[in-house]
Structure formats: C-alpha cells, structure tokens
C-alpha cells in the first residue's frame, strides 16, 4: 500500500564513490521530483520529471543525474560523492492534469558520506 | 521570485497552549498554499491547503487562512498535543506551473 517508496533507506558510503537511490510510485501520477534536505531541515528542489521528460532543473551539480525509466519510477544517481552531499533525499510525485496539485512524499533517503 | 519566509524555530510549547507559525510568501499570479508536516524520521505529509484567497485550510485541529492582502498563510491550532512536536514547512506552488517552494521549516516541541 505504500504510496511513494524509496530504497535504501540509509545510505553510508566514502568520498569518491558512485550511488543510486531508487523512487516508485504506485499513484498513478505523471510528475515526480527530487528534493534535497540539509543538516537544518531547509528542503530544496533538485528536479522535476513529467511523464519521463524533465522539466525542472535546479542548478543542480552534473554529478547528479536523475533517470525515469518509466513515469513511476525517478532514480536519482551520484557519481564522485563528496562530502557536502550527505543529507535526505526526498522523492515525491503529484497527479497528472491540473497544476498546483498536492506533493506526495516518500520516506527519505538518509546519506552520509565519509 | 517566488519565495515562502516562515518564522524561525524552535517553537517550545506547553501542552494544550495556542500555537501560531506565521508564514508569508512572495509570488506573482494566485499560487496555492500548503502547510506540511515533518514527523522524527518521516517525510513531509500535506497537513492542510488553500487554492485561493480567502479560503481557509483545516485538518487535525490545524487552521490557517489564505490572506492575499497581507501575502501570509499563518498556521494555527487552538490547543496542542505532544504528538504535535514535529518540524512544520510552509510552501506555495505557483499558478500555472506544478513546482514547489519551501520555507525554512519552524520545528514545535510540546511539552506535557
């Protein structure tokens, strides 16, 4: 029943390595996102998928890169992971149709890199 | 642009005292409103919203009210619980366009 998931949960790795973080969503919704939350809880948009197309793109580092595979699924890759990117990432979607619509979001994922 | 200031944090409570979090944005056009609730260890859950001016957004005893003339959606409950202690983000999402600006977020510590 959960309604946006995302895998792992936590993540702990080194400087310099390569991660994914998995998002699904069984809303039935055409748009999903990225957002990246830091040590003092500030909640920042990374990106915005419509229907596997990208539609927002927060000047975001080229070593993030997000991949739809399919409109209920937003992976989000990190290559050469560095220090300040350790945080909780949220994945969320909203319902396809109208704008200003409702965000539903997953339980996060916790990374810290060392 | 568009931006969400909400009143820093923490907020520390009695149990059962009136709360106020006041939020203001800035936004062109009708933006709708949002008030999100972050649990310890959870992601953020919708709380309450408000779509256009004047309209007030209510849930779990939670109120606030959509005021164009002063551009703030200030978030109320007449008499908080300890499991009301959570961090509380105001948001608004611009007309016409499905993207989401926070606030800083303001966390609430009630005690009994």
């Known amino acids: 029943d959960t309604a946006v998931s995302q895998t792992p949960k936590y993540l702990v790795t080194q400087m310099g390595n390569d991660k994914s973080i998995k998002c699904e969503q069984n809303?039935?919704?055409?748009?999903m996102y990225w957002y990246k939350q830091d040590s003092k809880k500030f909640l920042k948009i990374m990106f915005s998928y419509n229907n596997k197309e990208l539609i927002i793109n927060e000047t975001v580092p080229n070593r993030f890169s997000p991949k739809s595979p399919d409109k209920a699924h937003l992976n989000l890759h990190i290559n050469s992971l560095e220090l300040g990117d350790s945080a909780v990432y949220f994945c969320a979607s909203s319902p396809p149709g109208t704008t200003q619509e409702t965000q539903y979001f997953g339980p996060g994922t916790r990374l810290l890199v060392l | 642009g568009d931006s969400v200031t909400q009143m820093e944090g923490p907020v520390t409570l009695s149990e059962e005292a009136f709360l106020t979090i006041n939020c203001t944005y800035t936004a062109t056009g009708y933006p709708s409103l949002f008030w999100y609730v972050q649990y310890p260890g959870e992601g953020l859950q919708l709380l309450l919203k408000?779509?256009?001016?004047?309209d007030k957004g209510s849930n779990k005893g939670f109120e606030a009210t959509y005021r164009k003339e002063t551009t703030s959606f200030h978030l109320e409950k007449g008499s908080v619980q300890v499991s009301d202690s959570a961090v509380y983000f105001c948001?608004?999402?611009?007309?016409?366009?499905?993207?989401?600006?926070f606030g800083s977020g303001t966390k609430l510590n009630v005690k009994p």
């Open positions: 408000a779509t256009k001016a004047d």
């Open positions: 809303l039935g919704h055409d748009t």
């Open positions: 948001a608004l999402s611009p007309y016409n366009f499905n993207k989401f600006y």
